[in-house]
């Protein structure tokens, strides 16, 4: 019922960009903080990004003046745009969604997408 794909992934050479989509259904988009993860080969899911109900967002510093997260209510939809790609920020991407009213990221996210894979090389 409460649903969340992400595209846009794909082959990318170093330096290059990318834009990822995270697209809901089943709940009303707007009281949702989105959350942007990845999973690099042998590591661990680590957050990337959140975006909060009033707008207020997060990054990790890795990818801070890099990436940027946006949200378009209209559409439900949350993206991730990625700049200056290094062969690091290779993983699966996912997003998630918690009902949440902090000005934080929340901790524990109740819905999750099935990723998509986002390969940096030349």
């Known amino acids: 019922q409460l649903q969340l794909v992400e595209s846009g992934g794909g082959l990318v050479q170093p330096g290059g960009s990318r834009r990822l989509s995270c697209a809901t259904s089943?709940?009303?988009?707007?009281?949702?903080?989105i959350g942007w993860f990845r999973q690099a080969p042998g590591k661990e899911r680590e957050g990337v990004s959140c975006i909060g109900r009033s707008g207020n967002t997060w990054y990790k510093d890795s990818v801070k003046g890099r990436f940027t997260i946006s949200r378009d209510n209209a559409k439900n939809t949350v993206y991730l745009q990625m700049s200056s790609l290094k062969p690091e920020d290779t993983g699966i991407y996912y997003c998630?969604?918690?009902?949440?009213?902090?000005?934080?990221?929340?901790?524990?996210?109740?819905?999750w997408g099935p990723g998509t894979q986002v390969t940096v090389s030349s």
């Open positions: 998630a969604a918690r009902y949440y009213s902090g000005r934080d990221c929340p901790s524990v996210y109740d819905y």
């Open positions: 089943g709940f009303t988009f707007d009281y949702y903080t």
